[in-house]
T-cell receptor
């Protein structure tokens, strides 16, 4: 089955700097890669996703890149703000017909004012 | 995005009792819902896939007789934790696939924090 690895586990950046979180996946048939942001005690919120037919997608300060050959994808947050502080999870799906998501282990991002 | 609700948000129960958690899609019909559990400072672990009108598909290592899932309508799935024990204490979150969106998009409920005494 699918296995998703995520790095780093914690990331501390200065406000205004960029943050990059990386994930690798094992199932070459996976074709959908969402990123979720979760604040303490809250539900995961979808912030951006990418499908395997594109290599990059951007939404304001957030971008995701996908390298299908290497089976890795990354989240890029530019001009970070304190409110970006949260836990970020990557996930992969689509290797079979079940639509289920397999999550990475999470990255705790701290943006220092 | 689509709206998914969950009830209750918190529940405390005694060891040996059963607890039912409801997951509802409020503005769409969800043929597929998913149940996850999340321990403190850990990731979301998929427990099972709930399909409307058919039996749930459980992930390896999840006891189907302990975690009963029912998806009787297109807007409601329930998870019943039977004979709960303190080790079942966790954050349980459901998600639903919105068929109006591209294939794999899922939206999460707010979660249920279960504490078993």
């Amino acid at each position: 089955g699918e296995n998703v690895e995520q790095h780093p586990s914690t990331l501390s950046v200065q406000e205004g700097d960029s943050a990059v979180i990386k994930c690798t996946y094992s199932d070459s048939a996976s074709n959908y890669f969402p990123w979720y942001k979760q604040e303490l005690g809250k539900r995961p919120q979808l912030i951006i996703d990418i499908r395997s037919n594109v290599g990059e997608k951007k939404d304001q300060r957030i971008a995701v890149t996908l390298n299908k050959t290497a089976k890795h994808f990354s989240l890029h947050i530019t001009e970070t703000q304190p409110e970006d502080s949260a836990v970020y999870f990557c996930a992969a799906s689509g290797g079979d017909s079940s639509y289920k998501l397999i999550f990475g282990s999470g990255t705790r991002l701290l943006v220092r004012p | 995005g689509a709206v998914v609700s969950q009830h209750p948000s918190r529940v405390i129960c005694k060891s040996g009792t059963s607890v039912k958690i409801e997951c509802r899609s409020l503005d769409f019909q969800a043929t597929t819902m998913f149940w996850y559990r999340q321990f403190p400072k850990q990731s979301l672990m998929l427990m099972a896939t709930s399909n409307e009108g058919s039996k749930a598909t459980y992930e390896q290592g999840v006891e189907k007789d302990k975690f009963l899932i029912n998806h009787a309508s297109l807007t409601l799935s329930t998870l019943t934790v039977t004979s709960a024990h303190p080790e079942d204490s966790s954050f349980y979150i459901c998600s639903a696939r919105d068929p109006r969106q591209p294939t794999d998009t899922q939206y999460f409920g707010p979660g249920t924090r279960l504490t078993v005494l």
